[in-house]
């Protein structure tokens, strides 16, 4: 009159594993589950009953006991259906104990018996291991995507059932024709003129900088910012499967591998909150934007619009690449790489050329002060986006496509990887000499711009960075070229807060 | 009543009344003196004609009835006192003749700094708030060359142009000296970024309001502002202006009184020279450099004065052609390879090599010419 099914839970992006104790008795019938389980986990015993009866199987009059062991652990979800009636029916007798060994169940039941997918298939799955996952049919490239093969699926729980009592067969593994393909990503070569900004994405993509674009409104800022992500090379197998997880916990459609392989691309809106953006959650920890845009890229439309207090918690997973959230009795560290890419007018009413301008200093000022300070300081890239001029509209064929410049992209991550063992991005401001040391007319110029005031020490450093970036891109040799620099301080526009020139 | 307060201290309450136009003023002060027309305004003595009229409304009784005790004679008078104000009415001898003569002469004066810098040559000198860099340069090299030919300069210490102007001239170091005219009280500083400029012009010339200390600046009060300049001046310059740019009322202001107005050229496309552009439609007189203003003043141009020799090394091949892509109008680095028929890597060395030469100035990743241009 005992069972205890193998399952496991979401919490942050990692799974848990639990063991589903079900305990049938003679006494007073009801249906009790105890070991934390949150308000969607206690509903479940509606959903279990009706599914067993409607599945055509016995729900008896009697005692049962559900426990979600270990019990001091919260559990959340209604993956946990799946395991509540199946140990339910071996405690009752209508599965053979034996049948569930070395198996692992996730997943919810409608009142029809039908199994669906949950949030969080793979990390769930990947806790479960070694058990052999069975899944609901929609979570199988999910599941697969993380154990490989072994994975079993069911319809329903009838089908389930029969299975295990081997009536029948187990299902068949739906095919891949099943499952829709990836939209492709916007192409490059849709984008008129925008020579400078063109070749600012390329360098943030080969150098993994972050990037501003600063323009006015209708310049085209978002268009080129949604075309970075297909210049960033496939996510290696360690980052596709964290991501895989990431997207899995937060119940984001997964590509039809199963795993994300494609850099991700997320663009949340100026209003979203902070645990939107950096994940949080009183209990479960659900994984924020910029942990779903672990190896892609976050676009941050109209940074300036964002409430400071959010752009703030932005600054320690930039640093770090992981965000750290910690709550009163949970706390969880979930991945959080992410190229960013923001965009912001230059002043109130939009910019343009000099002269164009309706607002006066002080709105300028007031304007830009939301944005500057240490987050601004981040950005190795600050690049103006003008509204292409009639000649680029009208010149003959796009630019460059995509294919061309993710190649010399990859290209480029790859010397830089050969020589160094990072991206550009990465260097340490100490070690800057040692691993992208300048040639004399590039430490010249710098030194020039350094004694007239119009680099800071900050800029200074990261403008080298970027200038590295460009040679590993131009294929350019060990030393960084005068060249390089001075694209590089073209890619790093000031902001004109005031008309005696601001610096860097 | 505080007795003793002289007549300056009511005409300098009065000034800072609530709903008190400069039309009220003037009949006020026109028929009484300063301590009846105070009497008057409280309805403490009969009114007669506009005051009567005016008075028969209840909000303006009210609005006056709570300044006179906001502003009590006596103590705005010491506030002018202790900030060194004068206050001048036009009976006084010290009163500018200029401004007494005028057709609509303020009904009273506070000036800080020294009257007798209007007996000298003056040139209005007023422009745009958002000027562009050639703008900038047009006043800066005005402001110079008329403080070398020893030419005084009135402009209204606004951003943009007017404080270009000024900066200017203070940095001559020559015999020409700033008035400034303001829509605010003295003690007023807007904008605050010209705290420093406020206090200069001041010390080595002269600054006139309208308005008593404690009045802040608001819209209405600039066009007024507006014909001060424009009756002190002898010519008005007009440097940059939008198409109905404030500047257009100074011109409007000095050609109501047949004084000459003059304005830089501009490009057409430029919106900043909209105004200036128009005015020279209309038949305002080219300026070109501080020579043609003080040609106008038929003053002998000392051309090689105020001409510095250029430093800058000329720009040579690929520099040049980028430097004339960019003289006309501002262009972004994508604009100048496009023009210049360049790739983006030769525009951004061009450009870099110009910039450290001083040819080239950029700001939000657009690039224009400053400093004086290129002959």
């Given amino acids: 009159m005992l069972a205890a099914v193998r399952s496991a839970t979401v919490f942050g992006v990692e799974g848990r594993p639990v063991t589903v104790e079900v305990h049938v008795a003679t006494g007073i019938p009801s249906f009790q589950i105890v070991g934390l389980p949150d308000e969607a986990c206690r509903e479940s015993r509606d959903r279990v009953r009706a599914a067993v009866l409607s599945s055509g199987l016995q729900w008896p009059s009697c005692r049962v006991t559900v426990n979600l062991a270990p019990s001091g652990q919260r ?60 899944v609901p049919v929609p979570g199988f490239r999910e599941a697969q995507g993380v154990v490989g093969d072994g994975v079993r699926v069911a319809g329903c729980l009838r089908e389930l059932v029969d299975a295990l009592n081997v009536e029948a067969p187990w299902p068949e593994p ?56 297909g210049l960033l090379p496939p996510l290696d197998a360690a980052t596709s499967l964290a991501t895989t997880m990431v997207h899995s916990a937060a119940g984001v459609r997964l590509p039809a591998g199963g795993l994300v392989r494609r850099a991700p691309f997320r663009a949340p809106h100026h209003s979203s909150s902070m645990v939107s953006l950096v994940g949080g959650g009183s209990t479960s920890l659900r994984p924020g934007e910029i942990s779903l845009s672990h190896g892609g890229v976050l676009f941050l439309d109209e940074l300036g619009e964002f409430a400071p207090a959010v752009l703030d918690g932005l600054r320690q997973p930039l640093e770090e690449g992981v965000i750290r959230l910690a709550r009163a009795r949970v706390s969880a560290t979930l991945p ?10 230059p002043c109130p009413c939009g910019g343009g050329p000099p002269g164009q301008c309706d607002c ?58 050969e020589r160094i063992g990072m991206t550009p991005a990465a260097i340490p401001p100490g070690r800057l000499d040692d691993l992208a040391p300048l040639a004399d007319a590039a430490r010249n110029r710098l030194r020039d711009e350094l004694e007239r005031d119009r680099l800071t020490g900050r800029g200074y450093h990261r403008i080298r960075r970027v200038a590295r970036s460009i040679a590993d891109l131009r294929g350019d040799g060990e030393l960084v070229e005068d060249e390089h620099v001075v694209l590089a301080m073209q890619m790093r526009v000031s902001l004109r807060v005031s008309h005696r020139a601001s610096a860097a | 009543m505080s007795a003793g307060c002289p007549p300056e201290a009511y005409a300098a309450a009065l000034a800072g009344f609530e709903g008190m136009t400069l039309s009220r003023l003037a009949a006020l002060l026109r028929h009484h003196d300063p301590e009846q027309a105070w009497a008057v305004a409280l309805r403490q003595q009969p009114a007669t004609g506009l005051i009567a009229h005016v008075l028969a409304k209840r909000e303006v009784r009210d609005a006056w009835q709570r300044s006179a005790a906001a502003r009590r004679p006596d103590e705005v008078f010491a506030r002018c006192q202790e900030l060194a104000v004068q206050v001048l009415l036009p009976s006084s001898p ?26 000298g040559r003056r040139v209005a000198v007023v422009g745009t708030r958002n000027a562009t860099a050639a703008g900038r340069e047009a006043a800066r090299q005005l402001g110079a060359g008329l403080a070398t030919a020893g030419v005084h300069v009135v402009s209204g210490l606004a951003r943009g142009v007017d404080g270009v102007v000024h900066r200017a001239l203070l940095a001559a170091e020559g015999e020409g000296r700033p008035v400034g005219v303001v829509a605010c009280g003295l003690d007023v500083v807007y904008p605050r970024e010209h705290r420093d400029l406020w206090a200069a012009v001041a010390n080595c010339g002269l600054l006139l309001s309208e308005m008593p200390p404690g009045i802040g600046p608001e819209a209405f009060r600039f066009p007024l502002r507006n014909r001060i300049i424009a009756a002190l001046a002898e010519v008005v310059v007009v440097v940059e202006s939008r198409e109905r740019g404030g500047s257009l009322i100074t011109a409007a202001e000095a050609l109501d009184r047949s004084i000459p107005v003059m304005a830089v050229p501009g490009p057409p ?64 680095i994508d604009g100048v390879a496009l023009a210049a028929g360049l790739s983006l890597v030769d525009a951004a060395m061009a450009l870099a090599r110009l910039e450290q030469a001083g040819w080239v100035g950029g700001a939000d990743g657009w690039f224009e010419c400053v400093g004086s241009p290129l002959r």
């Fill in chain 2, 94 to 119: 010290r009163f500018p003749g200029l401004l007494a003569a005028d057709r609509q002469p303020p009904p009273v004066l506070f000036a800080k700094g020294d009257l007798s810098v209007l007996e």
């Fill in chain 1, 174 to 229: 739906p095919d891949t024709e099943l499952f829709e393909e990836e939209p492709p990503v916007p192409d490059l070569a849709d984008v008129r003129g925008q020579a400078m900004a063109r070749m600012a994405l390329e360098v943030a993509a080969a150098g993994g900088h972050h990037l501003l674009l600063v323009g006015s409104p209708g310049s085209g800022k978002t268009m080129l910012a949604m075309r970075l992500s």
């Fill in chain 2, 269 to 332: 496309t430029n919106r900043a020279a909209a105004g200036t552009n128009s005015l020279l439609r209309d038949g305002a007189a080219p300026v070109l450099d501080a020579g043609d203003v003080l040609a106008s003043l038929a003053l002998e141009p000392e051309r090689a004065a105020f001409e510095m020799a250029e430093l800058r090394a000329r720009p040579r091949a690929e520099d040049h052609a980028v430097y004339e892509v960019l003289r006309h109008e501002p262009r972004t």
């Fill in chain 1, 336 to 345: 959080a790489s992410f190229l960013l890419v923001a965009a912001t007018n």
């Fill in chain 1, 360 to 417: 006066d200093e002080g709105a300028r000022l007031r304007y830009l002060r939301r944005l500057s300070g240490p987050l601004l300081d981040r950005f190795d890239l600050r690049v103006g986006v003008t509204r292409p001029e009639v000649d680029d509209l009208l010149a003959s064929g796009g630019g460059e496509p995509t294919a061309v410049v993710a190649a010399r992209v990859a290209a480029a991550r790859q010397r830089s990887l």
């Fill in chain 1, 75 to 134: 559990k959340g979800g209604s993956g946990l259906d799946l395991p509540i009636a199946v140990g339910f029916l071996a405690a009752h007798g209508q599965v053979p104990v034996e049948a569930l060994a070395g198996l692992g169940f996730v997943g919810e039941l409608g009142l029809d018996g039908s199994m669906r997918p949950v949030p969080g298939i793979a990390p769930m799955v990947a806790a479960m291991q070694p058990c052999r996952p069975v």
